[in-house]
């Protein structure tokens, strides 16, 4: 991750302190339908539930089914975009010992998936 990025991200992260309002929840340019292709194309399945993806329903991680309501991700960190995008391709980065890998997407995959997740808004 780039030191532009990480200054974005940190920025993001300290605004959100002090901001309780709803983040914003849409991606510009990004794809829903495009999101849970990747998803099921790269497994997040095999440690999550998820709707919209029957089978496998992972037990190893939380259940994604409403997601775009929750206020964190990962349990730490403000559910936004950036943050979002930045968790989905490399977690560690974020939380060094989380259980959550770095996955295999580019940069228009994660934000593809963030606007799946972003659309699973009810519990």
């Known amino acids: 991750m780039g030191a532009g990025r990480w200054a974005s991200l940190a920025a993001i992260l300290l605004g959100a302190c002090g901001d309780k309002a709803d983040p914003p929840r849409t991606i510009a340019g990004a794809d829903p ?6 998803m099921e194309r790269v497994g997040c399945a095999a440690c999550h539930e998820i709707p919209g993806i029957d089978w496998p329903q992972g037990l190893a991680g939380p ?8 206020p964190m991700v990962g349990g730490r960190f403000p559910n936004q975009p950036e943050v979002l995008t930045t968790w989905l391709i490399d977690a560690p980065s974020l939380a060094p010992g989380t259980a959550m890998p770095a996955m295999p997407l580019t940069e228009a995959e994660a934000r593809d998936v963030a606007a799946y997740l972003y659309s699973l808004d009810e519990r």
């Open 33 to 38: 339908a495009r999101g849970l292709a990747v």
């Open 63 to 70: 259940s994604l089914k409403g997601f775009g309501a929750s």
